[in-house]
């Protein structure tokens, strides 16, 4: 059941078999939810359910009934005696295992356990030496100072900007501030979702480092296993590399289309996502024009791993995450390119890690003296390489920009970026010498709590600063 993408595609059939205005924790529990998976809802002042680690709200919308984000309809089954036992989805019937849920998806339900002191009471601290890589600093010493430190974590505990897990700012080659909340700490790897097509980039370049791959120019057809492929034409053997990279491969695949065959809730129901995503149509010539499609993704993973003759997490350990002293104990990626995969195929990494990626890219590649992934390659993934949802788009890197109020008015800034889902970002800004690095559980919203951040706290603080020096 691939639902962590949207809890929207959930559909419940009620069976009404109570009037009586039903508590809320009647509902708390964990249930069945196929293939050996399991789904939480979890009550603590809020509602909500929470699948592969994700947290996703619901509301009451009447008895034995709630909403979930997508706006659909969750009812749910009783005995006759009143107690839930589960719930049906197009006709399948999910047990009500246990009224147990897990500490961890409690946790989602506060950004500090109660009883640990008001938001108020917050100070900044130094973040720790982890002798892990990343020097430390205190934020003092910095552009930002230990006032906006204490403003951002507040707001955070206050509830202003939900479901923040983590946040990490690093400056002048330093980590300033380091805080985690939700139950998340600095041990504690989280889903990156769709920030996970940065690392599979970096990896495209490290595969042309070593000569496994001729270029970002490399036909893709050719460097696949398959026979053939539908939908004939000529211009899918024009596909490269770099197309797939910059989201312009001229396929029919869009994720923000409900209706192009490739958008990603089909492609990922498909037992070889690979062959599904070449076997599309063309509606483009491949370079001329960029849409959001994940499918790509899939088929440049692949492609690295026939050139390289690895599995592409072992690859990523060996050459990537190996020299930037990642363990292989302290990350996860299920790289199963088929519909049995629950995980589609996202990496799991600690927030410190994620900024380690980050500081590679803002170094161009030198990672503590050692040239790890090419200059040229960091270079031409930055950018811009196509245009994507009317966004400058890279290689799998996203070119955002956030308009800053200042008191003399907006004031545009540029970014690089690797995003996912749910708030997962890597912020650089080379013109301030910064990083940020987000983790959150703001999934299938229109909100996004780390933009925010950055637009009205972190960025005016940067612009103050460069201007008083100025």
Request: glycine residues 10%; contains cysteine.
């Amino acid at each position: 059941m691939k639902c962590w993408l949207a809890l929207g595609l959930l559909t419940f059939a009620v069976s009404a078999q109570t009037t009586r205005a039903p508590a809320l924790s009647d509902y708390a529990g964990t249930y069945s939810y196929g293939a050996g998976q399991t789904i939480e809802i979890v009550w603590s002042d809020e509602l909500f359910a929470v699948l592969d680690g994700a947290k996703y709200r619901l509301t009451p919308a009447g008895p034995d009934v709630v909403t979930n984000p997508g706006g659909q309809k969750i009812p749910f089954r009783r005995d006759a005696g009143g107690k839930v036992t589960g719930f049906e989805e197009a006709g399948e019937f999910h047990a009500r295992l246990s009224a147990a849920v897990t500490k961890q998806s409690i946790a989602l339900a506060h950004p500090r356990a109660p009883g640990r002191g008001s938001p108020a009471d917050y100070r900044y601290r130094q973040p720790a030496d982890a002798r892990d890589g990343i020097a430390v600093g205190n934020i003092s010493e910095s552009a930002l100072g230990v006032g906006t430190a204490n403003t951002i974590v507040r707001a955070i505990l206050e509830g202003t900007y939900k479901d923040v897990h983590s946040i990490l700012l690093y400056q002048h080659g330093r980590l300033v501030l380091e805080e985690y909340f939700y139950g998340y700490s600095a041990a504690r790897q989280h889903q990156l979702r769709s920030a996970t097509k940065s690392v599979v980039s970096a990896l495209a370049g490290l595969a042309i480092d070593r000569g496994a791959l001729s270029g970002a120019d490399q036909p893709v057809l050719p460097a696949m296993n398959y026979s053939g492929y539908a939908n004939s034409d000529r211009r899918k053997s024009a596909i490269t590399l770099g197309n797939l990279l910059s989201m312009s491969s001229g396929l029919d695949c869009n994720d923000h289309s409900s209706t192009s065959a490739g958008r990603e809730t089909l492609i990922y129901d498909s037992p070889d996502w690979v062959k599904t995503t070449l076997d599309l149509p063309m509606i483009e010539s491949p370079g001329r024009r960029g849409y959001y499609c994940s499918g790509g993704v899939a088929v440049v993973g692949r492609m690295i791993e026939n050139a390289v003759h690895m599995k592409l997490p072992d690859f990523a350990q060996a050459n990537l995450f190996g020299p930037l002293g990642i363990p292989r104990r302290n990350w996860f990626w299920n790289y199963d390119l088929t519909s049995a995969n629950k995980e589609f195929s996202q990496i799991h990494l600690r927030p410190r890690d994620m900024l380690k990626l980050g500081i590679l890219y803002a170094n161009k590649g030198v990672w503590q003296g050692r040239q790890v992934l090419g200059s040229s390659w960091i270079q031409a993934s930055l950018s811009e390489q196509s245009r994507v949802d009317d966004t400058s788009y890279g290689y799998f890197w996203w070119r955002p920009w956030i308009n800053v109020p200042m008191p003399d008015g907006q004031q545009r800034v540029d970014m690089i970026a690797a995003q996912g889902n749910g708030g997962q970002k890597i912020y650089i800004l080379p013109q301030y010498d910064f990083i940020a690095v987000f983790t959150g559980g703001d999934y299938n919203s229109d909100g996004a709590p780390p933009n925010r951040i950055m637009s009205r706290i972190i960025l005016p603080a940067l612009i103050a600063a460069r201007k008083s020096v100025n």
